[in-house]
Structures are given as structure tokens and as C-alpha cells.
């Protein structure tokens, strides 16, 4: 476990680290991101308890005031106040790693490690191991084995985000912690975040004349999911998914105990928050040594059973790579190979829990690709670790993954490649029931819910009407906006597995089609070249030798430029 301490090849610089008066400080290699641990009462407010807090100034202003670290314990005194700084531990480091489709990632950070002793008496221990980006900080917790902590039974992290100004926000509200995601995202000032309603991350912040920021979470790995609320004017507190045993407890664990890590991305402007890989970073490397099995591509939906072999047949004159079905048998299994077209088979989280031990292998056996899990709406610690679990089981035998519903990234596809994509959102799927998903809804999700990771949307629909025109309908649905509109979101929405979500007659004779074949769905660069949160957004990617722009507006007409360099 001395894996967040000790490195080979530390190269130190007293340029990007300080210590002084029991301030840690480290900077980001181009030194305009800065962020202190302080131990005591936060600067400015000594109303409040001595704790230890964290601060962080962007371009020399602050960006994130004195905020609360620390743990509320079941029957234990909280971690986290009356603390001594021990040791430090800082380190400049560069990391490069290799994604499906072949895109090679690079991040260069500093970091340090700052290790607390609680109240000698107490004699607990607590490291706060910071990483500062050019584009973006993270922060967790490390918790020892010590004789007064063997056990970490967490009510609560008492981890904050103290916004220096009131400014634009875009939360989703959720009603409780098992909705999947599948709301609307809100436009409204920081401040008028319903107190102590509960929001969903990504978070998009407006910090007026400084920049912007959007907090989530990465590596999260036995350890209920992160929420925030918000408990006072511009602070959003930490709140985590419970678990589901009756215990009233967050998180029960042993030490030693590596928490997620707490994700700031901060940018000049929101769009260029998309460039960023700080959250894939920060996850292990692969645990799969041979990815070549590991295929992007395009998928189409069978839309009945007895429709399975037309849609294979289509997927096979457009070359796309793969049919989702609901069951498969060896007759369709080997229709679907001489038409050489990889099936997935889409099954209830319930049934792969209880099943996957015996209906992996056979689905191997049949050569199926990949297995989308449907109706994941949990993210308690014991969901997370059930994740981990049908990940590795399906990466033994060489199956692909989606996730239906689920929660947000938070860059397992670093540590298991064969997870493609995830929902985690309102997607193209509610046409079938309501307007939800338009152009709006769609501008909004490449400003928040996209910075943590793939989303799988449902693309491609060539069933185009304006508002006035459109009803909820099961068979066919309509898509509100423009067929334009529809085909930008193939370069705008990023995920490895990209559905064609029209009925196949939709398709027939329509020469836009033609680019839903041929648009990549593995990228090599990613530049958001323009954008406005909330009202359009344009962003071009490179596959090879060639780049895709894409670009997108809501319900507002609009014109712009966009540099081509």
C-alpha cells in the first residue's frame, strides 16, 4: 500500500512545493493552479471548527475558499480536526497509457502527500495525497492500519467545495440515489441550488472573472458513490450514496482505506474542460494484458426478436460492427458470423449478478462480443464492487461491456478497457415516452455529464421533427431537432460504442447515412475549438490522419467561427 508514497524516478522542484507553518502547497507545471492544506480554522472565517481544510487559487485568485477534509466515524471521534502534519512526500511525475482503439493518453502533474497524526493520544493517521494538473486538481484520503483505527465505518465524508464567488451552475437534481442519472440538467446561479437537495456529478461551476470548474470523482473502487449538496451560500458538501444493508452507514471497510479521488477540472472557458484526461489518469493501468480482442464500433438494436436477422443483415451492408439482441442461440450466432457481424446481448444487472459465473463462458463459447447490462441504478459500495466484479469476470473471457443506466465514469475503462461506455444520463431512449432528450437537453450533457467519461446516448436518428411536430411514440421514434443536429453528435458525444439508434427503414435511401458509416467512434485528439455552456458547443477530433468537427446548438439559431488550425 506505499503505492501513493513511493515512486521511482522523484524529481523534486521547489518551484511547485511548500512548506511552511504547516501549509503544504503544490502547484501545476505551469504554476497557474495552486493548492494549500491548511490545519486549523479556515482563512477568513474563524467562526468555524480548527479542521483541517484545503484551499485553491487559479491565476493568482481564489477559486476554491477554506473547505472542509476529513471523515464522520460511526462511534468514533471525526477524522479530521486536531491534527499534526508528520511527514511530506511530493514528487513531479509524467504517466502515459493507452486507451481501446489504440489513443495513447499523457499527463504530467505534480503532487505531494501530506500524512497527519490525529491528537497524539488518539494516535490515528491520515494522508491527503494531492495531484495538481495544468487543467485541474485531485485530492483523496489515505487511511493506514493503525492499533485506535482497524476499522473504517463511515457515516459521511466532511469533504467540501467552498466556491469563492456565486456564479452560473448546471446541476442535476436528483430525487434520491437510485435514479441512474436520468434527469434533466438545470441552468441557475450557485446559490439557488435547492439547499440539501441532492445532486448528481459532473457539477458545472461559474467562477465570474476567474474561470470554470467541474467537480466528480475517479478511481472509485469499493466506496459508495459521491453526491454533493449544498449547505450554505457557494459550499456544496459531500454526500454518499447509502448502503443498502439497513446499517445507515456509507462506507464499511478495513483499513487501509484509499478513497476515490475528488476531481476539480478548471479551465478559462467550459468548453475546453472536455480536453481534459485527469479523470482516466487517475485510475490504475489495465488489468488487461492482451486488449486486442478489444473492438470500437457501431451498434444497431434489434428491435424484437423476430427482427434480429434483418437488423444483422443491415448492420452487415453498412458495415457496423455489431447487433444488440435480447437472447441468442447458435442458429443466430452463426448467421451473425457469416455475415460478419459481432452480437451483444443485453441482460438485467439482476441476471448477470446471479448468472454470470455460467452464462459468460457459454456466451464465449457462442463467440458473442459483448453484454450490455440494463437497469443499473445503484451506486453504493456494494454496487461499485459488483461493477469491479462483472468487469473482470467478463474481461476473463474476453466479453465487452455497456452499462445501461449506471453511474457516472470515473475512468474504470483505464482499469478495465473492455467497459465501453455507460448511460449514466437521460438518453435518446425517453423519445418513447416524452420530449426530454432535444438539442438543449443535448448542448447541456457536452458541458456535465460527458466530462466524466463515454456516454452512450443512442444516436443516429433520422426520424427529424421540429417541437410542434412531435409525439412520444414506442415504434419508430421521432427526434426533435435537425437531421444536421443528429449527425454532429457522432463527433460531439464520445464513446467507443456508438448506437445507430433508427429503425433500419430509416435509413433506406438516405444519404446522410452514408456519414453515420464512416464516422469513427475511437479518437486520437479531442479540441473543443468553441463554445458557450448551455448554448452550443464545437469540438473537433482526430482519428489518425483525419479530424471530424462537430458542432451543435440548442434550440437558438446561430452563427460563429470556428478556427480550422
Given at each position: 500500500?506505499?503505492?501513493w508514497?513511493l ?19 503544490v502547484?501545476s507545471p505551469?504554476?497557474r ?5 491548511l490545519d ?12 483541517l481544510?484545503?484551499?485553491?487559487d487559479?491565476n493568482g ?8 477534509l ?17 511527514k ?5 511525475y ?7 482503439g ?8 505534480n ?6 497524526l ?15 494538473f495544468?487543467?485541474g486538481v ?9 492499533p485506535?483505527?482497524?476499522e ?11 466556491f469563492?464567488?456565486d456564479?452560473?451552475a ?34 458545472l461551476?461559474?467562477q465570474?472573472g476567474i ?26 458538501h ?18 487501509p482505506?484509499v478513497?476515490?479521488?475528488?476531481v476539480?477540472?478548471i ?27 478489444i ?14 436477422r434483418?437488423?444483422?443483415d443491415f448492420?452487415?451492408?453498412a458495415g ?17 458470423r ?12 439482476r ?16 463467440g ?6 440494463e437497469?443499473?441504478t445503484?451506486e ?11 468487469a473482470?469476470?467478463?474481461a476473463?473471457?474476453k ?13 474504470l475503462?483505464?482499469?478495465?478497457p473492455?467497459?465501453?461506455?455507460v ?49 412520444p ?8 431537432g ?22 433500419p427503414?430509416?435509413?433506406?435511401g ?8 464512416a464516422v ?22 482526430s482519428?489518425?490522419?483525419?479530424w ?16 480550422l488550425?
Amino acid at each position: 500500500m506505499l503505492r501513493w508514497i513511493l515512486r521511482a524516478a522523484l524529481v523534486l522542484s521547489v518551484a511547485v512545493f511548500a512548506l511552511a507553518d504547516d501549509v503544504v502547497t503544490v502547484k501545476s507545471p505551469d504554476g497557474r493552479i495552486e493548492v494549500r492544506l491548511l490545519d486549523g480554522p479556515p482563512p477568513l472565517d474563524d467562526t468555524r471548527l480548527p479542521q483541517l481544510t484545503y484551499q485553491v487559487d487559479y491565476n493568482g485568485k481564489p477559486l476554491i475558499l477554506g473547505s472542509y477534509l476529513g471523515f464522520e466515524i460511526a462511534n468514533q471521534l471525526r477524522l479530521g480536526h486536531k491534527l499534526g502534519l508528520v511527514k511530506t512526500y511530493p514528487g513531479v511525475y509524467d504517466e502515459t497509457f493507452t486507451l481501446p482503439g489504440e489513443k495513447t493518453k499523457s499527463v504530467h502533474y505534480n503532487e505531494v502527500v501530506a500524512e497527519y497524526l490525529q491528537n497524539g493520544s488518539l494516535g490515528r493517521l491520515m494522508s491527503v495525497e494531492v495531484r495538481a494538473f495544468n487543467d485541474g486538481v485531485a485530492f483523496r484520503y489515505v487511511i493506514p492500519p493503525s492499533p485506535p483505527l482497524l476499522e473504517m465505518p463511515i457515516d459521511s465524508e466532511m469533504t467540501e467545495f467552498h466556491f469563492a464567488r456565486d456564479g452560473e451552475a448546471f446541476p442535476l437534481m436528483l430525487s434520491n440515489f437510485q435514479t441512474a442519472y436520468k434527469d434533466q440538467y438545470t441552468r441557475r446561479t450557485l446559490s439557488t441550488i435547492p439547499e440539501d437537495g441532492l445532486v448528481g456529478l459532473p457539477l458545472l461551476v461559474e467562477q465570474p472573472g476567474i474561470g470554470w470548474v467541474a467537480v466528480t470523482e475517479a478511481d472509485l473502487d469499493d466506496y459508495a458513490g459521491l453526491y454533493l449538496a449544498r449547505t450554505d451560500r457557494t459550499t456544496m458538501h459531500a454526500r454518499l450514496s447509502p448502503r443498502v444493508d439497513g446499517s445507515q452507514l456509507a462506507v464499511r471497510n478495513k483499513t487501509p482505506v484509499v478513497t476515490p479521488w475528488r476531481v476539480l477540472l478548471i479551465a478559462d472557458r467550459p468548453e475546453k474542460l472536455l480536453e481534459s484526461d485527469i479523470v482516466t489518469s487517475l485510475n490504475l493501468p489495465s488489468k488487461i494484458a492482451d486488449p486486442s480482442w478489444i473492438r470500437p464500433g457501431k451498434i444497431a438494436r434489434a428491435a424484437s426478436p423476430a427482427a434480429l436477422r434483418s437488423t444483422i443483415d443491415f448492420a452487415a451492408s453498412a458495415g457496423l460492427e455489431y447487433v444488440l439482441a435480447a437472447s441468442i442461440d447458435q442458429d443466430i450466432a452463426a448467421y451473425a458470423r457469416q455475415k460478419n457481424v459481432g452480437l451483444w446481448l443485453s441482460a438485467d444487472w439482476r441476471i448477470v449478478e446471479s448468472e454470470m459465473d455460467q452464462s459468460f463462458p457459454q456466451l464465449a463459447t457462442l463467440g458473442v462480443r459483448g453484454v450490455r447490462v440494463e437497469g443499473w441504478t445503484r451506486e453504493d459500495q456494494d454496487a461499485v464492487v459488483l461493477l469491479h466484479k462483472i468487469a473482470a469476470k467478463a474481461a476473463e473471457h474476453k466479453l465487452m461491456l455497456a452499462i445501461g443506466g449506471g453511474y457516472k465514469p470515473d475512468g474504470l475503462q483505464r482499469v478495465y478497457p473492455n467497459v465501453l461506455t455507460v448511460e449514466a444520463a437521460l438518453t435518446a431512449d425517453s423519445a418513447k415516452v416524452g420530449a426530454a432528450a432535444n438539442p438543449q437537453h443535448e448542448v447541456l450533457l457536452a458541458f456535465t455529464r460527458l466530462l466524466a467519461g463515454p456516454l452512450d446516448y443512442g444516436l443516429g436518428g433520422f426520424e427529424n421533427v421540429m417541437p410542434t411536430e412531435f409525439e412520444p411514440r414506442a415504434s419508430r421514434p421521432m427526434t426533435l431537432g435537425t437531421r444536421a443536429h443528429q449527425l454532429a453528435l457522432y463527433v460531439v458525444l464520445e464513446s467507443p460504442l456508438q448506437a445507430v439508434n433508427g429503425d433500419p427503414q430509416s435509413y433506406a435511401g438516405q444519404r446522410d447515412f452514408d456519414f453515420v458509416k464512416a464516422v469513427p467512434t475511437a479518437w486520437d485528439t479531442t479540441r473543443a475549438v468553441s463554445g458557450e455552456a448551455g448554448e452550443y458547443i464545437a469540438v473537433a477530433r482526430s482519428h489518425g490522419n483525419e479530424w471530424y468537427l462537430g458542432a451543435i446548438t440548442n434550440w437558438t439559431a446561430r452563427e460563429f467561427d470556428v478556427p480550422l488550425n
